[in-house]
């Protein structure tokens, strides 16, 4: 069992950062494939980025150039770099474990997901 814990997020002005942070529980880290997906009010959840156990990375195409995922397995911990950020990013963030692709119904675990709202 994985259980995941989100930090970071808040509101942030239209071309602001934020980092996101997503604390992981368990000593299989390393070896599980970790995502951030996102979900506005009234819309389905969608994937924002994804960072396998060899560290390759996938973005959305909404995110590509603006966001940055990353990973440090010593402390069980990812991180999502929002940079240049948008109102229309505004959204609750979700941390996903041990999955694959950009479908959210292949993760396993999930965080309680952390609100972050860009103002214009």
């Known amino acids: 069992q994985v259980q995941l814990v989100e930090s970071g997020g808040g509101l942030v002005q239209a071309g602001g950062s934020l980092r996101l942070s997503c604390a992981a529980s368990g000593r299989t880290f390393s070896s599980y494939a970790m995502g951030w997906f996102r979900q506005a009010p009234g819309k389905e959840r969608e994937f924002v980025a994804r960072i396998s156990w060899s560290v390759t990375t996938y973005y959305a195409d909404s995110v590509k150039g603006r966001f940055s995922i990353s990973r440090d397995n010593a402390k069980n911990t990812v991180y999502l770099q929002m940079n240049s950020l948008k109102p229309e990013d505004t959204a609750v963030y979700y941390c996903?474990?041990?999955?694959?692709?950009?479908?959210?119904?292949?993760?396993?675990?999930w965080g309680q997901g952390i609100q972050v709202t860009v103002s214009s």
């Open positions: 996903a474990a041990n999955g694959r692709g950009s479908n959210y119904q292949n993760y396993d675990y």
